[in-house]
């Protein structure tokens, strides 16, 4: 099973005092050394943590993968064709969110989704959509011509323990969907030490997208000690099978 670490919260602190540390490309070469598949980060409008420096740079210097989030819009847009990152992810995006809140409602736009995964995949760069496990949203994700879905796995995460089992089933439901419909699957958000190997033990989910819990560990034990001791308890959970 692949990992992508998200990087957003290394910048978040960086921006708190409006400096050039700790530096985000510094933290992209860690999770890198890691053994992390990707680095994700997140350009949004405001330019709240990821800047487009941030972007360019490590687009360009790492080895592992990038994948952008980003809302669809023209400007994003324009910036993914413009750094080419390995791929991109579609998500909501509000700004008075703290962070991303809920699934792309891609049902209910994919004429318009539709246009702006062309727009990204003609010029190179292929295109995964956030959305919730339910079954309309991946298969309009799959009619707005996405390479990959990531599964929203905040329910999950968020829920309380006599729950999370039902949250578990609507996640493999919701993977083993995707891969009929040949989509590539990913899991992400809330996802800790704690919660992460039910679902690293999903075997239609391919990848896992973590940032704030291994960001926050890594304060105490280093950022590749943090992606490393994740990999570890989603090796051990993939094991199982």
Do not use: W
Not at 219 to 229: K, M, R, S, T, Y
């Amino acid at each position: 099973m692949k990992l992508g670490v998200n990087i957003d919260h290394v910048a978040t602190l960086r921006q708190a005092r409006q400096t050039f540390e700790p530096d985000p490309v510094a933290a992209a070469f860690a999770v890198e050394r890691a053994g992390a598949s990707h680095v994700t980060l997140h350009l949004r409008e405001d330019r709240r943590h990821i800047l487009d420096r941030d972007l360019e740079i490590i687009s360009r210097v790492v080895n592992c993968g990038v994948d952008l989030e980003m809302a669809a819009t023209p400007e994003m847009v324009a910036a993914a064709l413009k750094f080419k990152p390995t791929f991109v992810t579609l998500v909501p995006e509000r700004r008075e969110e703290l962070t991303t809140e809920g699934g792309l409602d891609v049902a209910a736009n994919v004429e318009r989704l539709s246009e702006v995964a062309h727009e990204l995949s003609d010029g190179g760069v292929p295109v995964s959509m956030f959305v919730e496990p339910a079954e309309d949203q991946i298969i309009a994700a799959r009619e707005a011509g996405a390479h990959a879905v990531e599964l929203h796995t905040g329910a999950y995460a968020n829920a309380a323990p006599a729950d999370r089992p039902e949250r578990l089933r609507a996640l493999e439901i919701a993977a083993n969907l995707a891969v009929q419909l040949k989509l590539h699957v990913a899991a992400g958000h809330g996802l800790n030490y704690f919660n992460v190997k039910p679902v690293a033990a999903l075997k239609t989910v391919a990848e896992l997208n973590i940032g704030h819990s291994i960001v926050a560990r890594a304060i105490f034990v280093g950022l590749e000690a943090a992606v490393a001791q994740m990999l570890a308890s989603i090796m051990e959970a993939r094991r199982g099978f």
